[in-house]
């Protein structure tokens, strides 16, 4: 379940193996991942381009190159692999899609149950689709106090709003659990009753709990490996997610779980967090 620090551990390992490759082959097994290109486009462009440079935009992996802009945003079971050498069977089954570069290494898209989308987009493409994204949470320039602003005009639970990508990009379940149980806040309260003083702090959880993640690799959830094969670490040092029924690490009191809110598991503490 790749959520920001998921994909940008794989931006960062994939940066220096494949920056500078010139893709030499294609193969994609199913069309429906694709959004706003054809098998035929994809493949016409891809054939013979070089991957210049590759970024994270919210969810996404950018491989730029020196024609478009190759954007990868994985879906619940998609991730990227970099792989040398023969492909096996094993790799084989679920790779939507391949992309052989010029030193025999393999660029792999895998994703088990194709909610993962692909799109080739010019550089005013890109831009046209980023409008709709919203701030990046570990950027500098995106304070507390203009995080604060954005949640408190909103008049739905509090988890939604963190979690709606229009309002601040990349905070996926597992994170919107965690920054709210750090914050003491209640996941269901109204984001417009949020004190400004707990806002403030859960931008800073936020930023501490997704850093984290990212420093051990991210979280492996279900399908999720980092492009080396390894898996993320940050699981381990989950509070509240997936600990539903356990004592809470703060207080000792036994943590709740909910599906009310936006039918995903909410795991909180009624004590910590009112
Ligand atoms: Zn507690």
Known sequence: MPEL???????RQLRPLLTGRRIHGVHLTHEDILDGVTRRALHRGLIGATITAIDRRAKHALLHTDRQILAIQPGMSGTLIHHVGRMTTALRQYAVLQCELDDKSTLIYRDVRRIGTIRWLDADGWERYATRLGPEPLDPEFTAEE???????SDS???????NQRQVVGVGNIYANEALHAARINPRTLAS???????IALHAEVRRILQA???SGGSTIRDYVSSAGEEGRFQQSLDVYGRGGQPCRTCGAMLATTHA??????VFCRRCQR
């Open 5 to 11: 620090p998921e994909v940008e551990t794989l931006v």
């Open 147 to 153: 995080f604060a602003d954005r949640i408190a005009r």
């Open 157 to 163: 639970a509090i988890k939604k709003v963190i979690m």
């Open 193 to 199: 009753k949020v004190s400004r003083r707990k806002l």
């Open 213 to 215: 993640a990212i420093t």
């Open 261 to 266: 809110i936006d039918n995903r598991a909410t």
